[in-house]
């Protein structure tokens, strides 16, 4: 026995590979989404006056690119190197992140079945904030245009919330052109037109509530929302558990390696310990 090491891979290649092909997908997205975040602020002259992230009183949507590009960008990379060079400490950090993130979205899932009411608020609260900001971030334009149309709604609870808007409200000191209508994005689209008419919530707000109906949507983006998930409910709840299932797959292969080296680690060993006891005996006998 004397002379015998114990050989063996110290990880299974189908582990390590899978491990490390998941997250260059998962690295080279993070990449994509933190270069369209920069490209984005970038466009708008952020990158050359810092100051001005704290300008736009709403939601600038370019957060959400660059805080998901951030974190796929982290996660991808200690996933890439710590499989391809079995670097225990950063297949550690990518497990306890992937069980952290997991852990918060199971934790704000329960909360909002919970607290559903201070949801509500709070998505109204939301929605009003970023409707007073409308005209003053074109990519936060585009976001209130895009959930509008998607949802058929105007407003957070109905089109007369546009009055939080300086350049829509139905004041009398309001000069604007746009005084007492809505965005377009609010109006009842005609198939039939190919052109998008962007005057059309013109003085919508001024004809009685029957005939509102016909040029725009009356029905507020909260109860509308509300209404589509109830609507689909199956399909985001499979979208939840499929995120669910892409999370705890690497993680479990993660920890499969981990075992592993674990074992490899202890046969090796024990294999030392056999040797330098046959090394002794050989010793002591000569």
Aim: net charge negative.
């Amino acid at each position: 026995m004397s002379g015998k090491h114990y050989k063996g891979p110290e990880v299974s290649c189908c582990i390590k590979y899978f491990i490390f092909g998941f997250n260059v997908i998962f690295w080279f997205l993070g990449i994509a989404f933190l270069g369209i975040g920069l490209w984005a602020w970038n466009e708008k002259g952020v990158l050359s006056n810092i100051s001005s992230i704290t300008d736009l009183g709403g939601f600038d949507p370019v957060w959400l690119f660059l805080v998901v590009g951030g974190v796929m960008f982290i996660l991808g990379f200690a996933g890439c190197i710590g499989a391809l060079r079995e670097n225990t400490f950063l297949l550690k950090f990518f497990s306890v992140f992937l069980g952290i993130i997991f852990f918060l979205e199971l934790t704000a899932g329960v909360l909002a079945f919970v607290f559903k009411d201070w949801i509500k608020d709070q998505l109204y609260f939301f929605i009003n904030n970023n409707i007073r900001a409308y005209r003053d971030d074109i990519d936060l334009q585009n976001l209130i245009d895009f959930t509008q149309e998607y949802w058929q709604c105007c407003g957070a609870f109905g089109a007369d919330d546009w009055n939080l808007n300086i350049y829509f409200n139905c004041t009398d000191s309001n000069a604007s052109r746009e005084r007492c209508g809505v965005p377009f994005s609010c109006c009842t689209k005609d198939p039939a037109e190919d052109v998008i008419n962007t005057q059309c919530g013109y003085d919508a707000r001024q004809k009685p509530e029957v005939d509102q109906q016909i040029v725009i949507y009356t029905k507020g983006c909260v109860p509308q929302f509300e209404k589509w998930l109830q609507d689909n409910l199956t399909i985001v709840a499979g979208i939840f558990i499929g995120i669910a299932l892409l999370q705890a797959h690497p993680k479990i292969h993660v920890e499969m390696q981990r075992t592993q080296n674990s074992k490899t680690n202890l046969k090796k060993s024990k294999v030392g310990e056999l040797t330098l006891s046959d090394y002794r005996l050989t010793t002591k006998l000569q």
